[in-house]
């Protein structure tokens, strides 16, 4: 979920692993947002650091799993539990968008950019089936050096496909006529690097023992589909705006 420039390996390479206590394969359950609740309060203003809105595809659920058992095993090893905290899913993100550029819902005036790229996004679901993606390689986006020690980003990463990489651009296209703001620099098509997250917060000097413990699990390669596309909103938590299921017409939210 966090944004970065080109992934490295570097992590991967260092030393050899260490042992690790046994990891059990039934992941517990995550958040799910209910229809039947109460409706969430307002979301956090826009001058909160790190909050913004997301496009993301989530996963069939025997995907999901998969991905969830690296996410409980880090965790428990305290190699990064921010996903987790934040009531995220396990999911690629297709599209960041900064929250200066979009106001909240129903703060806008004359229509909403957020309310007016919701249809778009259904439309497109609609015309879409379920999207084959294999999880192949194991990278990292490393923290800059003035950043905080626990901002390295572990994720596995998707074999491209010219499916993914064309509904990457179909979304790029809707931002931009639909709201008239342009994809930021990291999610532009021709800089795009597909990835789905286990750990966004590993500290600096642990880097090479989450490699090891993640091949210790061997889940990869994984393969499944991408089912769902949402909006969300992410701040200290993740919030759900819509989800709308691929080949289908039906959805969560409001429109």
């Known amino acids: 979920m966090a944004q970065g420039t080109a992934p490295s390996a570097a992590g991967a390479a260092g030393g050899g692993c260490l042992s690790a206590p046994a990891v059990s394969t039934t992941p517990p359950g995550t958040p799910r947002a209910s229809a039947a609740a109460a409706a969430p309060p307002p979301p956090p203003p826009s001058s909160v650091p790190g909050y913004y809105y997301a496009v993301e595809l989530y996963f069939d659920p025997a995907l999901e799993n998969q991905v969830l058992k690296a996410w409980n095993a880090l965790a428990r090893r305290q190699l990064g539990s921010r996903l987790i905290d934040a009531a995220a899913r396990p999911h690629l993100p297709l599209l960041h968008l900064p929250a200066a550029a979009l106001p909240p819902p129903g703060t806008g005036a004359g229509g909403d950019p957020l309310l007016r790229l919701a249809p778009s996004l259904r439309a497109l679901a609609s015309r879409l089936d379920p999207l084959p993606l294999a999880l192949s390689s194991l990278a990292a986006l490393p923290a800059s050096a003035s950043s905080s020690q626990h901002d390295n980003v572990l994720f596995l990463a998707p074999t491209p496909s010219a499916a993914l990489l064309g509904l990457h651009a179909q ?85």
């Open 171 to 255: 979304l790029c296209e809707l931002l931009r006529k639909d709201t008239g703001v342009e994809a930021p620099d990291a999610f532009r098509p021709d800089h795009w690097v597909p990835r789905c997250a286990v750990a966004v917060d590993v500290p600096r000097g642990r880097m090479a023992e989450a490699f090891c413990l993640l091949r210790e699990l061997k889940l990869l390669p994984v393969s499944g589909y991408g089912m769902d596309i949402a909006l969300v909103e992410v701040g200290q938590t993740v919030r759900e705006l819509v989800s709308y299921p691929l080949g289908g017409s039906g959805g969560a939210g409001a429109d």
